[in-house]
C-alpha cells in the first residue's frame, strides 16, 4: 500500500489538529490537573505550616508525602476517562508528566539513601526540588497545547525553588519553616489560576462565544 505524503499546509494542519484535540481534552475532561495538584498543594501546605507552629513538631513535615494521594487519584481517573484514540501530544504530555513523577520518587529514594547510609538527610530539600520539577512539567504542558499562561506563570515557582535553595545555608534554617507556603502560593499561582483560565476559555468555545 502507497504512503500519502502530506504537503507542508496538511501538515501543519494534522498538527494543530492534534493540539487542539489534546487541548479540549486537558480543558473539558472530568477533572483539571491543575487545579487538582494546585488546590491540594495550597492547603496542605497551609495545614503543615499550621501544625509545625503550633505543636513545634516539625515531625508535621512528613505530611508533605500525602500530595501522592492527589496522583494516585488522578491516576486511577485517567484510566477511567482514557481515549479511544490517543494522538502523538497526548502521549508527549503523559511522557512529561511521568519524567516529573519519576524525579519526585527518584528524589525521596536518593534521601532515603542518605539517611539509612549517612544517619541524617534534609527532607525539607523535596519542596525546591519538587517545585523545580512540577515548573519543568507544567511550561512543557503550555508549550505543546500552545497555553501562554502555562509556560509564563511557572517562572513565579521557579524563583520561589532558587530562593529556597539560595536561602538553605543561612542562619537559623534559611526561613525553612516558610518553604512550604512559598511552595503552595507558587502551585496556586503556576497552576490553580492557568488551570481557571483554561477552564473559562473551554467554557466559551463550547458555547461558541
Not at 528524589?107 to 544517619?119: E, H, N, P, Q, S
Not at 504542558?141 to 509564563?152: D, F, M
Request: charged share 15%.
Amino acid at each position: 500500500m502507497e504512503e500519502k505524503k502530506l504537503t507542508g499546509a496538511e501538515s501543519l494542519e494534522l498538527i494543530s489538529r492534534m493540539i487542539e484535540t489534546t487541548k479540549k481534552r486537558m480543558e473539558v475532561g472530568s477533572g483539571n490537573k491543575f487545579l487538582l495538584y494546585g488546590y491540594s498543594a495550597a492547603v496542605l501546605s497551609v495545614a503543615v505550616f499550621l501544625s509545625v507552629r503550633l505543636t513545634g513538631d516539625s515531625r508535621w513535615n512528613f505530611a508533605w508525602f500525602l500530595m501522592f494521594i492527589p496522583g494516585i487519584v488522578d491516576a486511577a481517573a485517567s484510566r477511567k476517562r482514557r481515549p479511544a484514540v490517543v494522538t502523538y501530544m497526548d502521549g508527549v504530555l503523559f511522557g512529561v508528566w511521568r519524567i516529573v513523577g519519576a524525579l519526585f520518587f527518584l528524589t525521596v529514594i536518593v534521601l532515603c539513601a542518605m539517611a539509612c547510609v549517612y544517619g541524617v538527610a534534609d527532607f525539607s530539600l523535596m519542596l525546591p526540588l519538587g517545585l523545580l520539577y512540577i515548573c519543568f512539567g507544567t511550561s512543557v504542558t503550555g508549550i505543546v497545547i500552545k497555553e501562554p499562561w502555562l509556560v509564563c506563570m511557572p517562572l513565579v515557582g521557579f524563583v520561589a525553588a532558587v530562593g529556597m535553595l539560595v536561602s538553605y545555608g543561612l542562619p537559623a534554617g534559611g526561613f525553612r519553616l516558610y518553604w512550604g507556603l512559598w511552595f503552595g502560593l507558587s502551585c496556586l499561582v503556576m497552576m490553580v489560576v492557568p488551570g481557571h483560565i483554561i477552564n473559562r476559555k473551554a467554557k466559551k468555545a463550547c458555547s461558541g462565544n
